[in-house]
C-alpha cells in the first residue's frame, strides 16, 4: 500500500557498532516518528552476528531490511590498508545495488530520506539524483560530531600546532581536543589520512541535515555550538540534531535468559560482576590479555570477559571477522591455569557476548571498555560506572568526557603507548567495585541514565529532534 507517509533509506555501513545504531535510529523513526523505514545492511561476509542481531531486533516485520549481497573488496585494497579505507571502499561497491533497489521499490513510496554515517558519503550523488534529502548520522558523541563540522574551517596553523606542539585544538563552544586524545588524521596534516577527513567533512557539511546519537543535557555546549543558532551552527547547510541515546538496551526476564552467560549472572549478587569487553573488533596483544587476566585475579572481583584471539600492533583486529568465529582458540592465550583458577567467580567468553543483556543485568556493576559509543551509552543507560581504556578512533576523546567531564569512569593511564600492566588493572577495577569512589560514578551514571531517559520522552530534547528532522521530510514529499 502506498501512504504519504515519509520513508526513509538507512545506509549502514560494515561493523557491528555502525549497523546497531543505525538500526536503532531505524526503529526510532519507524516507531514513534511514522516513517517507512528501509536499512540496506553492506557487510564483507555472510555475517552471522549481523543475522543474530537483525534478528534480536524487535519491529523487524515492518522495518525493511535489505541485505547488500557481501562485498569483497580484498583485491582493490593495498596491503594492510586502515580499517576505514576498507569500510568506504566496500560502501562505494554497495551502491549499484542500492540505488537499483531503490528505483525498484513498489510496496512503499520512494524514499525521500537517506541516511548513512561518515562512512555513507559516497551517496550523496545518488541521493541527490534521486531528489531524496541527505542526512548524515554521526552515531557519536556532539564533540567528536562538532569537531569534524569545524574541521573545513580551522585554520590549518592551529592544527599544524596541535600536531607539532602538541598545544590543544580549540573548537568554538567546546571542550578543546587534548594532544594526548587527538584523532589520527590530526596527527599529520600533511598525510593522506588528514585529507581523506577533510574532504569527508567539506562533504558533510553540505548534507541537508546531521543527526547525532546523543542528547542536549549529557553534552550541553556542545549540542549549543552546533545548533543553527549556536557558534558552530553556520558551517552547516541543514540543522544538526542530537537525537539519542539510541541504543539497544535488553532486559530479559530470568526465566528467558537461555545464554550460558546471563544464566551464571542469574547466580551473581547485585552489582558485583565486572564485565570487560572491547568492542566488536578490539584486540589486544598476547601480553596485555596476560595482564589482563592477571588483573582480574589480583582484583578480587567477580567478572565476565570477551577474549579474542591476539593481533600484535592492531587494535581494530576483529573489526570485520568478529562473527566468524576464532571460537575457543582465544583461551589458548590465556595464562596456564587461569581458566581453572578462577572458576566460580569469572567467565570467559570467546569472541562475542550478548553485551545490552549483560549490561542490563542487574548482576553487573561495572564495565572495562574501549569507549566505542555505542558501549558508552549502553553503559550509561544502564547505570554502569566504567573503567575506560580507549584503543582507537575517537575513543580517547570519549575516555576525557567520561572521566574528566562527566566523572562516570576511571581512565588507565598509558605508560608510553606500551603494556597496561595487571596491577593497575586491578587497582582500576577495585576504584569502580569497591572503592567509596565507585560509589560516587555509580550515583552520577544513573542520573545520566535518568536524563537519557527523559531525552526520549515525548516531551525531551531527542524526541523533538525528530519531531522537526521528520518535519522537514513530510515537507519535502508534499513538494515533490
Ligand atoms: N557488542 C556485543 N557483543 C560483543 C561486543 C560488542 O553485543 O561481544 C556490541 C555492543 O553492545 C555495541 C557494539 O557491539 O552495541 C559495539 O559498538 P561500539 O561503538 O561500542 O564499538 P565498536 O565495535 O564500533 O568499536
Not at 513498489?106 to 550523488?125: C, Q, Y
Amino acid at each position: 500500500m502506498v501512504t504519504s507517509k515519509p520513508h526513509a533509506a538507512l545506509l549502514a555501513s560494515p561493523g557491528m557498532g555502525h549497523l546497531i545504531p543505525m538500526v536503532e535510529l531505524g526503529k526510532r523513526l519507524l516507531t514513534h516518528h511514522g516513517f517507512h523505514v528501509t536499512i540496506f545492511v553492506v557487510t564483507t561476509d555472510s555475517a552471522t552476528t549481523t543475522s543474530q542481531i537483525l534478528q534480536q531486533t524487535s519491529n523487524l516485520t515492518s522495518l525493511n531490511i535489505v541485505h547488500v549481497p557481501p562485498i569483497d573488496v580484498s583485491d582493490k585494497l593495498p596491503p594492510n590498508p586502515p580499517l576505514a579505507i576498507r569500510i568506504l571502499l566496500t560502501m562505494l561497491e554497495s551502491l549499484p545495488f542500492v540505488r537499483s533497489s531503490i528505483l525498484s521499490t513498489t510496496n512503499l513510496p520512494p524514499p525521500s530520506a537517506l541516511i548513512v554515517d561518515m562512512f555513507g558519503l559516497a551517496a550523496f550523488p545518488m541521493a541527490r539524483d534521486l531528489g531524496m534529502l541527505i542526512y548524515v548520522y554521526f552515531a557519536t558523541s556532539a564533540w567528536f560530531s562538532a569537531v569534524t563540522l569545524y574541521f573545513p574551517a580551522m585554520d590549518k596553523k592551529l592544527i599544524e600546532s596541535h600536531a607539532e606542539n602538541h598545544e590543544p585544538l580549540m573548537v568554538p563552544g567546546c571542550e578543546a581536543v587534548l594532544f594526548e586524545d587527538t584523532l589520527e588524521p590530526f596527527l599529520s596534516p600533511r598525510g593522506e589520512m588528514y585529507e581523506g577527513y577533510l574532504t569527508a567533512a567539506k562533504e558533510i557539511v553540505t548534507a541537508d541535515g546531521i543527526l547525532m546519537n546523543t542528547w542536549q543535557d549529557l553534552e550541553p555546549a556542545a549540542t549549543k555550538a552546533v545548533r543553527e543558532d549556536g557558534i558552530l551552527g553556520r558551517f552547516t547547510k541543514g540543522p544538526v540534531y542530537a537525537v539519542g541515546p539510541l541504543v539497544r538496551t535488553v532486559e530479559t526476564k530470568p526465566e528467558d535468559r537461555k545464554d550460558a552467560v546471563l544464566r551464571w549472572l542469574d547466580g551473581q549478587p547485585a552489582e558485583s560482576v565486572i564485565y570487560v569487553s572491547f568492542g566488536s573488533g578490539g584486540t589486544m596483544s598476547e601480553d596485555q590479555m596476560r595482564e589482563v587476566a592477571l588483573g582480574l585475579e589480583l582484583s578480587q572481583q567477580r567478572f565476565v570477559w570477551v577474549v579474542r584471539p591476539p593481533c600484535e600492533g592492531d587494535a581494530s583486529g576483529s573489526f570485520f571477522d568478529v562473527a566468524n568465529g576464532g571460537g575457543d582458540v582465544a583461551l589458548n592465550y590465556l595464562p596456564e591455569g587461569f581458566v581453572k583458577r578462577t572458576e566460580g567467580v569469572g567467565l570467559v567468553v570467546p569472541m562475542w557476548a550478548p553485551q545490552a543483556e549483560i549490561l542490563g543485568h542487574p548482576a553487573t556493576g561495572g564495565f572495562v571498555t574501549h569507549c566505542g559509543w555505542n558501549s558508552v551509552l549502553e553503559s550509561v543507560l544502564n547505570g554502569v560506572p566504567m573503567v575506560a581504556w580507549p584503543l582507537y578512533a575517537e575513543q580517547k576523546m570519549n575516555a576525557f568526557m567520561l572521566s574528566e567531564e562527566l566523572g562516570v569512569a576511571v581512565r588507565v593511564a598509558e605508560e608510553g603507548g606500551g603494556v597496561v600492566r595487571g596491577e593497575q588493572v586491578a587497582e582500576l577495577v577495585r576504584r569502580v567495585m569497591v572503592d567509596k569512589e565507585g560509589v560516587g560514578m555509580r550515583k552520577k551514571v544513573k542520573e545520566l541514565k535518568l536524563s537519557g531517559e527523559k531525552a526520549l520522552t515525548k516531551f525531551g530534547s531527542s524526541h523533538h529532534s525528530l519531531c522537526e528532522m521528520s518535519k522537514d521530510c513530510e515537507v519535502h514529499v508534499q513538494g515533490s
